[in-house]
């Protein structure tokens, strides 16, 4: 079931077991969706994975 899988990415995000990319993937979102259900639970993001989670989603967007 997919909210087991963004259930537990979400814990091992919250405890810095995994990094943004490796929680969103293993989740199953891309990183800006994942960085929207972080901040609905009141799970911090680091400054530099965000930053770098929605520069990424820019560029690609730009194309």
Do not use: P
């Not at 969103?24 to 609905?40: H, K, T, W, Y």
Request: net charge negative.
């Amino acid at each position: 079931m997919a909210t087991k899988g963004l259930s537990s990415a979400l814990t091992l995000y919250g405890a810095r077991t995994l990094t943004l990319s490796q929680a969103a993937a293993q989740a199953g979102l891309s990183e800006a969706e994942f960085i929207d259900q972080l901040e609905r639970r009141g799970i911090e993001v680091t400054e530099s994975e965000r930053a770098a989670a929605l520069g990424n989603e820019s560029t690609a967007r730009a194309d």
